[in-house]
């Protein structure tokens, strides 16, 4: 993101954290998807902020001592309108999977950090105020504190802002029916709307990996594929139901336009939603 670069510790021999402060103006910027977590801790300036994160945008305004977080490996969509300086910490997957492992004594598969834009944490804002001090400061022993203080700050993420996902040794490796019929009730309350993995994933509870794997195996089909299918099952009862537009049974199943639902349907049954209703019974 352009801006400002007010410090780094870049150069120190850090190992699995970095620090990197920056001097930001109002920016509307797309980030791709990280290897590491990142905490943002906001130092001056008030703005309002908005985060699309998994499909949907939260909203809130961010001054100095709030927190913002985000998981990695997940694209994310930023828009500020005024001037904040911010500490970015990146911890990389290998300290947080290990800290994971150490403390929940389980093989870890993943760990993603909750959808937060804003909130106060005295023990996040202690943790990124010391190591700023130590990448100023670069006193003896730097590395081994930094190692000891992003120890400490992954602990508190894991307790409070984390979802853990364990390898799964149990052999089948389905969802149990309980949780296969909350995905489904989910799904089809929310057709109409756009469904991103992450969030089936946060339904079920689970990390992005661990749910697609679980899924494909419950369901022997993809997230994708079922949710096209459930959306054409949908939009074949209301066209045999009703006169509804075709642009509206569309937009009531959650195809972009009356193109997009003719195209799917074509693709999965041979025929089109105009062929369908006018080959009905009379």
């Known amino acids: 993101m352009p801006g400002e670069l007010l410090q780094t510790s870049d150069g120190l021999g850090w190992t699995d954290v970095t620090l990197r402060a920056y001097?930001?103006?109002?920016?509307?910027?797309?980030?791709?998807?990280?290897?590491?977590?990142m905490v943002v801790a906001y130092q001056q300036g008030t703005t309002p902020m908005e985060r699309r994160f998994g499909g949907r945008w939260t909203r809130t305004e961010c001054r100095p001592g709030d927190i913002s977080l985000l998981t990695r490996s997940q694209q994310s969509h930023w828009?500020?309108?005024?001037?904040?300086?911010?500490?970015?910490?990146?911890?990389?997957?290998?300290?947080?999977?290990?800290?994971?492992?150490?403390?929940?004594?389980?093989?870890i598969a993943e760990v993603r950090l909750h959808d937060l834009l804003r909130t106060e944490d005295t023990a996040i804002r202690a943790v990124v105020e010391a190591m700023s001090r130590e990448a100023s400061e670069s006193a003896i022993g730097g590395a081994v504190y930094v190692e000891a203080l992003s120890t400490q700050l992954a602990v508190h993420l894991?307790?409070?802002?984390?979802?853990?996902?364990?390898?799964?040794?149990?052999?089948?490796?389905?969802m149990p029916v309980a949780l296969r019929r909350r995905v489904e009730d989910f799904v089809e309350a929310n057709l109409d709307q756009p469904l991103?993995?992450?969030?089936?994933?946060?339904?079920?509870?689970?990390?992005?990996?661990?749910f697609c794997k679980r899924f494909r195996a419950s369901f022997h089909?993809?997230?994708?594929?079922?949710?096209?299918?459930?959306?054409?099952?949908?939009?074949?009862?209301?066209?045999?139901?009703?006169?509804?537009?075709?642009?509206a049974v569309a937009?009531?199943?959650g195809f972009a336009d009356q193109a997009h639902l003719t195209r799917s349907m074509r693709?999965?049954?041979?025929s089109t939603p105009a062929a369908l209703r006018r080959d009905l019974p009379r």
Do not use: N
């Open 23 to 37: 001097r930001y103006s109002g920016l509307d910027v797309h980030v791709p998807p990280m290897a590491d977590f």
């Open 79 to 107: 828009h500020w309108t005024e001037p904040i300086d911010v500490t970015h910490i990146y911890l990389s997957e290998s300290v947080i999977s290990r800290v994971a492992a150490d403390v929940l004594r389980k093989p």
């Open 158 to 174: 894991l307790r409070h802002y984390a979802s853990v996902d364990f390898i799964d040794r149990s052999g089948d490796g389905l």
């Open 196 to 210: 991103s993995l992450e969030a089936l994933a946060t339904v079920a509870g689970m990390g992005v990996w661990s």
């Open 221 to 247: 089909t993809s997230p994708h594929c079922y949710i096209v299918d459930r959306r054409l099952e949908r939009a074949r009862r209301l066209l045999i139901q009703g006169t509804m537009p075709l642009k």
């Open 251 to 253: 937009t009531e199943c």
């Open 267 to 270: 693709a999965r049954t041979g």
